[in-house]
């Protein structure tokens, strides 16, 4: 049984977090430390640790997260100057919460894909 994060709490509204959107499969909520002007994580509301454990069964949860993602990134007056989705998994990749999250990040030009 994979062990919840804090991200679990922020989808039950046990610890507050600024939520831009929430229904039966996502909940979508501000980064607390913002790396770009909009910087928000859209998450499935059932705990997955890392992309390595999505099922075919999350396969709605994870067709949400984008369709959710476009709207808030209409929401946020971002969608026609553009915007990255960013989804870590592992160490390599910097994941540090392992709830799979999806990083919408916008509002300013984000250069290259990767530093190095
Ligand atoms: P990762 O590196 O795992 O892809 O990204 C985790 C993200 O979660 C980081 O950008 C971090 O700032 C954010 N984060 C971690 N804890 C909290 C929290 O308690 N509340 C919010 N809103 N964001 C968090």
Do not use: W
Not at 34 to 53: E, K, M, R
Not at 74 to 96: F, H, P, S, T
């Amino acid at each position: 049984m994979a062990e919840e994060t804090i991200f679990s709490k922020i989808i039950r509204r046990e610890i507050p977090a600024d939520i831009v959107f929430q229904d039966e499969l996502v909940t979508a909520f501000r980064d607390i430390s913002p790396q770009a002007p909009t910087h928000i994580l859209i998450i499935p509301n059932q705990l997955i640790p890392t992309l390595n454990d999505v099922k075919a069964s999350d396969e709605a949860a994870l067709g949400r997260m984008m369709t959710v993602a476009a709207k808030i990134a209409k929401q946020e007056g971002i969608a026609e100057d553009g915007y990255r989705l960013i989804m870590n998994c592992n160490q390599d990749a910097g994941q540090v919460v392992f709830h799979i999250h999806m990083h919408l990040v916008g509002g300013h030009n984000l250069g290259p894909l990767l530093s190095k």
